[in-house]
């Protein structure tokens, strides 16, 4: 069961905005943990139910030779969600379960969030297990790349303070909705102390292409009474993010899915799904521009 929650004083209403649909994903391992915790506060601030989706992986191949756990397996995932809708109602929200079994457990989950017209999906993280391994089969990698929702990926025991935020951005069209809603999280939210803004460019001589990118962000934070400080930075994309994001003491970044072009893409791991994979904070990802 997920611990006990304090969030009295925690405004995660102001932090994501107007959140209408709450989807969280839950593969109800210890790696969900951290996204349990904040997918409740934010529907508790957000004044908003919470649905919760448990999509258990079929194998068409095992169950047509005689191999069916279902009915155990749906026993036990029906009494792992009722403790966390347990959780749900000891702080006062509202939460709808929902179990799923198919083939592509990504796919059930973006349909799922398609249908509920999500307006953001919180997901855990599986272990420091290797970033080609994640890469490879990792199930929140490839909703990233296959839903239009916004994606709060939250390792295990990660908490958002919400204080220090980390946009990166590279410049392209995929980056403006990251670059928009950290912004407005800035202009919007008590908590924020710090927006922060790095653009990262393979080499020196590209420099001012990252200072280019900076000084718009700028302006636009500027724009709406905003101050952020910029730093534009050079080295492999991914590692110096995640790096950055350490250094400079974030509890949030948050980034468009740069990097990649599709699903087929993630199998060769994009900018976002790296830094997914190693970065010890939570990681906000957003597919397109709220304006």
């Known amino acids: 069961m997920p611990d006990n929650i304090d969030i009295k004083e925690r405004y ?14 839950t ?36 169950e047509s030779m005689g191999f069916d756990y279902s009915a155990d397996m749906i ?7 009722e403790a966390v809708r347990d959780e749900a109602a000891m702080n006062n929200v509202e939460c709808t379960t929902t179990i799923k ?13 398609e249908r509920q017209k999500t307006d953001i999906i919180i997901m855990g993280r599986r272990g420091m297990t290797g970033l080609k391994k994640f890469i490879m089969g990792s199930v929140t990698a490839k909703v990233i790349a296959s839903t239009s929702s916004k994606v709060l990926v939250v390792p295990r025991d990660t908490q958002l303070r919400g204080e220090t935020l980390l946009l990166a951005s590279d410049g392209s069209q995929q980056s403006e909705g990251a670059v928009d809603e950290a912004i407005d999280m800035a202009s919007r939210c008590p908590t924020v102390k710090t927006l922060i803004a790095v653009s990262v460019v393979s080499d020196k001589s590209k420099l001012s292409q990252a200072t280019d990118i900076l000084s718009k962000i700028e302006a636009k934070a500027k724009a709406k009474g905003v101050k952020v400080e910029t730093f534009p930075l050079v080295g492999q994309p991914y590692k110096t993010l995640v790096n950055a994001s350490l250094e400079m003491g974030a509890d949030i970044i948050i980034m468009g899915n740069y990097g990649s072009t599709g699903l087929a893409s993630v199998f060769m ?10 970065s010890m904070c939570a990681v906000l990802v957003v597919k397109k521009s709220m304006n």
């Open 75 to 81: 026993k036990l995932v029906g009494e792992e969600l």
């Open 101 to 113: 079994r198919a083939e592509r457990v990504y796919e059930a989950i973006t349909e799922e969030a």
């Open 27 to 62: 593969d109800g391992s210890a790696f969900s943990k951290g996204a349990v915790r904040e997918a409740i506060a934010f529907s508790r601030e957000c004044n908003t139910s919470l649905r919760l989706i448990r999509v258990l992986e079929i194998n068409p191949a095992y």
């Open 269 to 278: 791991g994009s900018v976002a799904e790296r830094v997914i994979a190693l």
């Open 12 to 25: 995660k209403a102001k932090m994501m905005g107007e959140a209408r649909s709450i989807l969280l994903a």
